[in-house]
């Protein structure tokens, strides 16, 4: 015969300790599943690390070359990655090294070790070096420049700065 309601509300709802049956209820993951969550996690973190690096990851060795003399005082990026747009660009794509052909304006044309000729623009925030701080009208033609900036798709690099070498 089957209980009534009254007979359902009437009895104990746990025939052991209630407390015990409460904390057992209250842990719904073992620790394997918890073990097993925290793989998952580290397995996602270390694949989104993966593809920001790919993204936006530096993709040139971590030793750029360098031309011979160097620049002065150790600043500026050399060449580093390979051609690509009309000039030898540096790490990612951030410089161009070369001779000075000619200063148009606000605009430096930089002859390269490979002969290629880069168009480089300046602004108000670029600064040029020649040994100390300068201008554009001291970067002479056949002087040796270090030129660091963003090169755009037409091969033009948008300069941050530009550091003149010491004669030889």
Same mark, same amino acid.
């Given at each position: 015969?089957?209980?009534?309601?009254?007979?359902?509300?009437?009895?104990?709802?746990?025939?052991?300790?209630?407390?015990?049956?409460? =904390?057992?209820?209250?842990?719904? @993951?073992? %620790?394997? *599943?918890?073990?097993?969550?925290?793989?998952?996690?580290?397995?996602?973190? @270390?694949?989104?690390?993966?593809?920001? =690096?790919?993204? @936006?990851?530096?993709? *040139?060795?971590?030793?750029?070359? %360098?031309? $011979?003399?160097?620049?002065?005082? +150790?600043?500026?990026?050399?060449?580093?990655?390979?051609?690509?747009?009309? +000039? @030898?660009?540096?790490?990612?794509?951030? +410089?161009?090294?070369?001779?000075?052909?000619?200063?148009?304006?606000?605009?430096?044309?930089?002859?390269?070790?490979?002969?290629?000729?880069?168009?480089?623009?300046? $602004?108000?925030?670029?600064?040029?070096?020649?040994?100390?701080?300068?201008?554009?009208?001291?970067?002479?033609?056949?002087?040796?420049?270090?030129?660091?900036?963003?090169?755009?798709?037409?091969?033009?690099?948008?300069?941050?700065?530009?550091?003149?070498?010491?004669?030889?």
């Amino acid at each position: 015969m089957e209980p009534t309601a009254e007979q359902i509300v009437a009895s104990p709802a746990v025939d052991t300790d209630l407390n015990a049956e409460m =904390h057992r209820a209250a842990k719904p @993951f073992s %620790r394997s *599943t918890l073990v097993l969550a925290g793989l998952v996690v580290l397995a996602i973190a @270390f694949g989104g690390g993966a593809w920001t =690096h790919a993204a @936006f990851g530096s993709s *040139t060795s971590s030793s750029p070359t %360098r031309p $011979s003399g160097g620049t002065p005082g +150790g600043t500026g990026q050399t060449a580093g990655a390979g051609q690509q747009g009309g +000039g @030898f660009r540096g790490a990612g794509g951030r +410089g161009t090294t070369g001779t000075v052909d000619r200063v148009d304006g606000t605009t430096v044309y930089v002859k390269t070790a490979q002969g290629t000729d880069v168009k480089v623009s300046t $602004s108000d925030s670029t600064t040029v070096g020649v040994t100390q701080q300068g201008k554009l009208s001291d970067l002479k033609p056949g002087s040796t420049v270090v030129v660091q900036g963003q090169a755009g798709d037409d091969g033009t690099v948008a300069a941050q700065a530009i550091t003149q070498q010491a004669a030889r």
